[in-house]
Nanobody, 125 residues
Framework: QLQLVESGGGLVQPGGSVRLSCVASGFTLDYVSIGWFRQAPGKEREGLICISVSGTSTNYANSVKGRFTISRDNAKNTVYLQMNSLKPEDTAIYYC??????????????????WGQGTQVTVSS
């Protein structure tokens, strides 16, 4: 069984910070690319940021550049999304996804092979 589980979401005030976690079970994250996506109700899924096996990260959404950072801890089989200076527009369900092409990063969902079920982040006062 291959599974990705996101956690760390919840209610946060504008300007605050949250770190989301994505823990893999049934396989290792050592040799894959990992991306973070988000989707708000009534809106298309949006690719945010991706990290390849080489450690190179790529930002895709202008709205989060400079505020969101991706990292990985292979020993814990976990990837993280650090989100700073949060805005109400960041409210969405956040998903992590794995691409078995370890050297490829993409903002397109069909490129990814495994998905978590998402964690809700709500930015509001």
């Amino acid at each position: 069984q291959l599974q990705l589980v996101e956690s760390g979401g919840g209610l946060v005030q504008p300007g605050g910070s949250v770190r989301l976690s994505c823990v893999a079970s049934g396989f290792t994250l050592d040799y894959v690319s990992i991306g973070w996506f988000r989707q708000a109700p009534g809106k298309e899924r949006e690719g945010l940021i991706c990290i390849s096996v080489s450690g190179t990260s790529t930002n895709y959404a202008n709205s989060v550049k400079g505020r969101f950072t991706i990292s990985r801890d292979n020993a814990k089989n976990t990837v993280y999304l650090q989100m700073n200076s949060l805005k109400p527009e960041d409210t969405a369900i956040y998903y992590c996804a794995v691409d078995r092409d370890a050297y490829h990063c993409s903002a397109y969902g069909p490129e990814y092979d495994y998905w978590g079920q998402g964690t809700q982040v709500t930015v509001s006062s």
